[in-house]
């Protein structure tokens, strides 16, 4: 024969300052979906990959929701039920800020340990750490358009150079429309060679005949005077 279980009006106090009252608690479902796999410390560095992950370890957890809620409001007069809520949500609240405190390194755990509420740790950890992905997405996208190839590096370490940062643009998210086969690097990376070529003859070129123009300007200036003309080019013999 079931017996009922009398449920304890009050128990005992919370960090926050309130009474934890006996509340129904909804369980993750571990038959369907199990706990998902604790993230490692976030030390400042890819955070968009820990946010992820942390979000889906606090949707196991039943504690996502929180991220988004603000602490409800008791009213004036509130009766045992509405002060029951609220302790209720504030505990649970408390567990969802731990956890995500808990994802940072110690130097981050300090800084952020102070937050009240798991939304407003949540918001401040996205408008520093969202900013700095964005600034080092337009990084890596400067790196790729101002790549050019050098003498001073051989042309497989330049080739190798530039798969990396194409690397670096897959892993932040930002994929060209089509993949980049290996012929088709090594065809950039000529075209690009030919490229600078073509700019350094013509350099060359505009010089001497910038030259060529001074010493045709200089001559009349100085009558009498004997001046050896440097030809362009080798005669040819008749």
Not at 108 to 123: D, F, I
């Amino acid at each position: 024969m079931a017996t009922s279980e009398t449920i304890p009006e009050s128990g005992p106090v919370h960090p926050s300052g309130g009474t934890v009252y006996a509340t129904p608690y909804v369980a993750p479902a571990h038959g369907s979906v199990g706990l998902g796999e604790r993230p490692k410390k976030f030390n400042g560095k890819d955070f968009k990959r820990w946010q992820q992950k942390i979000l889906f370890y606090l949707t196991t957890l039943n504690l996502a929701r929180f991220l988004q809620e603000d602490a409800p409001d008791l009213g004036e007069n509130p009766d045992r039920q509405t002060v029951a809520a609220v302790d209720a949500w504030k505990h649970s609240d408390f567990l969802c800020k731990n956890y995500i405190l808990n994802g940072l390194n110690n130097a981050l755990y300090n800084v952020y340990s102070l937050m009240v509420n798991a939304k407003a740790l949540w918001e401040s950890l996205e408008r520093k750490y969202k900013t700095e992905d964005a600034g080092s997405k337009k990084f890596v996208v400067g790196k790729f358009l101002d790549f050019k190839m050098v003498d001073s590096k051989t042309v497989i370490s330049q080739v190798q150079e530039f798969q990396l940062i194409l690397h670096d643009i897959h892993a932040e998210g930002m994929h060209k429309r089509r993949e980049m086969k290996l012929e088709d690097l090594i065809v950039r990376l000529r075209i690009e060679e030919d490229n600078r070529q073509s700019e350094k003859k013509a350099g060359n070129y505009h010089q001497e005949a910038k030259a060529n123009v001074v010493e045709q300007d200089v001559l009349p200036l100085y009558p009498g005077r004997l001046f050896v003309r440097r030809p362009l080019a080798p005669l040819r013999d008749e």
